[in-house]
């Protein structure tokens, strides 16, 4: 089986040759550097990889799709994606591969949760995760359940690969848009354990609290796209919360034996409208997702 390994790449130098280095013993490597300003492209290149480098930034997304797009005209039969960083360990690709081998999965994520190390997470991390995991698996309207939904470390297959250049996503949400597409057109996705390290140089390069609102803000639109009305009676929800709070903080001096707030009482019947018209606005576009979708 022809493999193709693919890491995308940005301003990655201190760590890209020994990713590229330890990962060729199985298959080629291609780096694609993603408008890095240092020297990733020919550290890489010494090492032994082919390079396809973007003028600009594009995102990780789009610098998959780059690596997708070579391995499908060039004929792999399958690839792997890791990281630059050096998070994860290259000998563990054979344990990726394997489900693929067997015939067993057409997409394989290397779990991090999966192997008990979840404790050596930073804690920050493990609650972002969780979160980026809930709404994915929300996402997935209950045909399965991913345990590490953000991880890069993958093996997929040809099959599979055709599929995922349909997705529009060019961030980092495209491992969610990954799962969700391929989750919708029946492609078979399995969990293995990996391992994984912090102790790396550069691991701060996007501000986590910044990156993680993003790529959360990308699955919440994923999820009013593929399931508007779950997204919009929880917001309706919400809504009503705070109108019936609001509402006990307007009559709470009338059964005092004072007056009514007008102002408290005024906002929880704003927010009773706003709720009525976010639930009314799910059914309908739960109804048009469906025409579209079928």
């Known amino acids: 089986m022809r493999t193709l390994i693919i890491i995308p790449a940005y301003n990655e130098e201190l760590t890209i040759g020994s990713v590229v280095a330890l990962a060729k013993k ?4 291609l780096v694609v550097d993603d ?12 090492a032994g990889a082919i390079v396809i480098r973007h003028e600009v930034n594009k995102g990780k ?7 997708f797009d070579y391995a499908l005209s060039d004929g792999y039969d399958a690839v792997v994606t890791i990281d630059a960083d050096g998070q994860h360990n290259p000998d563990e690709i054979p344990l990726l591969l394997k489900p693929i081998l067997d015939d067993k999965a057409d ?3 290397g779990s991090r949760y999966l192997n008990g190390a979840k404790g050596n997470i930073p804690l920050y991390r493990r609650l972002g995760l969780w979160v980026l995991n809930t709404t994915t698996n929300v996402s997935l309207n209950g045909t399965l359940k991913i345990t590490d939904s953000q991880s890069g470390f993958r093996a997929i297959n040809r099959k599979a690969l055709g599929e995922l250049m349909k997705i529009s996503s060019d961030g980092y949400s495209m491992e969610s848009y990954m799962l969700v597409h391929l989750a919708e057109k029946g492609v078979r996705i399995k969990e293995v354990p990996i391992t994984v390290r912090y102790d790396v140089p550069n691991k701060h390069k996007k501000n986590p609290l910044s990156h993680g609102f993003g790529v959360l803000a990308a699955i919440v639109g994923l999820i009013g796209y593929r399931r508007p009305l779950l997204l919009f009676s929880v917001l309706s929800l919400i809504s009503f919360a705070v109108a019936g709070v609001l509402a006990y903080w307007a009559l709470k001096p009338y059964y005092a034996g004072g007056n009514v707030y007008l102002t408290q009482a005024i906002g929880a019947g704003i927010f ?3 709720g009525i018209q976010l639930f009314v606005a799910g059914l309908t576009l739960n109804v048009l997702a469906r025409m579209v979708r079928e």
């Open 35 to 46: 408008g890095s300003k240092d020297r990733t492209s020919q550290v890489a290149q010494n």
């Open 61 to 67: 997304g789009a610098a998959l799709k780059t690596g």
């Open 107 to 109: 997409l394989v994520i």
């Open 272 to 274: 009773v409208i706003i």
């Open 26 to 29: 199985y298959g080629d490597v």
